[in-house]
């Protein structure tokens, strides 16, 4: 099956170099007949917002807004746009596969920069919940500046993400309860300090890396040069978590860099974190962890740095000898 990924994100760029869409010229007299029986497009805006209301967001922007230009504009209704997820459309795409080549290209970038504008100009403000990939520094601070409500933005794998777009994302939108930054490595910890200043309700951050210790899964999709760029101050940023973001509740650090000195800083200040996730965290040892959570009593899950590596991958002068790392972890996840 060939795929192509989010293929409905270009409707709304057709509709608006088709502004005459769905008038009579070329209407069979078939489909005159039709129309004059139940002619569906004088239906009164707000009975066409209520439908669309209970549509998908792909039947929305693929379907009904390419009927005709009254449901065009009916679904340009404010109302419709309090929700813009996206991650539906990157699962399906996907078919299984965490990411594409083709979602790393300049080309796919335009595409998700393009919805991110016109639902920001139609949401009039009203913005509540944004879950993209791969956006751009300037659709993101654009999307901010008219979003003064909202509550969720996640922002993963967008190779072009900042600490300028966070800084405006800080100081437009302080109702942030939900914070995604997972895989964008453009930002840095100064990007933490902000939101943690702004958004003092925020409660889940999710920072989560592409898995360094076995690339092999990234090779050939995202770029060789991004790869390398992993970040690698994973202490400075938990530090700034725990500085910043005391209120935490739900905590994703997956394959950080972190060592145990990041993770007691965590400890010694989010004392309402309910889960913490520390998958791949391969500088942390069964003792840090028992330290640090012994620290955070309203902890309810754990999700541990247990990460199986094949022998295949392994080179000993990339990553020394496997059985060091059964001995470092103290645990049988890494035994071939």
Known sequence: MIHEPLA????????????????????SPQKEVCREIRDWSELIPICLTNIFNRLSLKD???????????????AKDPTLFSSFNLEPAFEADGDG????TCWWTPAFQRRIDAMLRFVAKY???????????????????????????????????????????ISIVALHCPLLVELDLSNCYEMSYKSIQLIGKNCPNLTILKRNLLNWLDPSQHVGVVPD???????????????TVAQFMPRLKHLELRFSKLTIIGLISVSESCHDLELLDLFGCANLTSRALEQASSKMMNLKTLIRPNFYIPRSVFHTERYGHWRLYDERF?????QI
Request: aromatic share 6%.
């Open 123 to 165: 949401g009039s403000g009203g913005l509540r919940e944004i879950r993209v990939r791969h956006c751009s520094d300037a659709s993101l601070c654009f999307i901010a500046e008219s979003s003064p409500n909202l509550e969720i933005l996640s922002v993963r794998s967008s190779q072009s993400i900042t600490d300028v777009s």
């Open 225 to 239: 040069d991004y790869l390398r760029a992993c970040p690698q101050d994973g202490d400075m940023e938990a530090s």
């Open 330 to 334: 103290q645990t049988n996840v890494f």
């Open 97 to 100: 596969r965490p990411d594409l």
């Open 8 to 27: 409905w994100e270009v409707a709304h760029s057709y509709m608006a170099e088709n502004e005459n869409i769905g008038t009579d010229a070329g209407v």
């Open 60 to 74: 929305r922007w693929a379907g009904v807004m390419v009927v005709c230009h009254s449901w065009l504009e009916a």
